[in-house]
């Protein structure tokens, strides 16, 4: 089955710098490709999802990258304010397949002011 | 709209006791899921069902089974409970429509489950 590794596990940036998340997987037949926050004591949000047929997409802040042939994919937050201090887990899956995610094993982000 | 609502939020239960989680999601979604978050490891899936009536295993489903009874329900059960399943379990729902290209989970809060 799919395997998806995500890196780091904790990363603590300034407020206004750039957050980098970066996630590997295993099953070359997954094609949808999800990240999502979890604030605390609440369910994980989809904030910005990429499928395989692009590269890239960007959404206000938030970014992500997607290399096929490599296998993995990146968040990227830009200008980051302490309301983006949460965890962040990334997630693959085919999409057609019940859209079963396989999650990393997340990155708590903290925005220190 | 509450979206997705689990019940009980917290539970403490001793070992071999059982209990059912309850998932009711008002989104007329197609598909359910359960999910288990451990610390460092991130979500697994437990059982999903992609239909009323339909049940099927996931990534972790030992000592867990499931019932969709109805559409918007989603049961989990532990029959003997484990310390080991002491974890928080979450509950999702997707649309799931056919050619409707939307892969988004909608999670409820969670439930914290604790065996002794």
């Known amino acids: 089955g799919e395997n998806v590794e995500q890196h780091p596990s904790t990363l603590s940036v300034q407020e206004g710098d750039s957050a980098v998340i970066k996630c590997t997987y295993s099953?070359?037949?997954?094609?949808?490709f999800p990240w999502y926050k979890q604030e605390l004591g609440k369910g994980p949000q989809l904030i910005i999802d990429?499928?395989?047929?692009?590269g890239e997409k960007k959404d206000q802040r938030i970014a992500v990258t997607l290399n096929k042939t490599a296998k993995h994919f990146s968040l990227h937050i830009t200008e980051t304010q302490p309301e983006d201090s949460a965890v962040y887990f990334c997630a693959a899956s085919i999409e057609a397949a019940g859209n079963k995610l396989t999650f990393g094993g997340g990155t708590r982000v903290l925005v220190k002011p | 709209n509450a979206g997705v609502t689990q019940t009980p939020k917290f539970r403490v239960l001793k070992t071999g006791q059982s209990m059912t989680l309850l998932c009711a999601q008002d989104?007329?979604?197609?598909?359910m899921y359960w999910y288990r978050q451990d610390p460092g490891m991130g979500l697994r899936l437990i059982h999903y069902s992609v239909g009323e009536g339909t049940t099927a295993k996931g990534e972790v489903p030992d000592g867990y089974n499931v019932s969709r009874l109805k559409k918007q329900n989603f049961l989990l059960g532990l029959e003997s409970a484990a310390p080991s399943q002491t974890s928080v379990y979450f509950c999702?729902?997707?649309?799931?429509?056919?050619?409707?290209?939307?892969?988004?989970?909608?999670f409820g809060e969670g439930s914290r489950l604790t065996v002794l």
């Open positions: 099953d070359s037949a997954s094609n949808y």
């Open positions: 990429i499928r395989s047929n692009v």
């Open positions: 999702a729902s997707s649309s799931g429509l056919a050619g409707v290209r939307t892969g988004e989970l909608f």
């Open positions: 989104m007329n979604h197609e598909y």
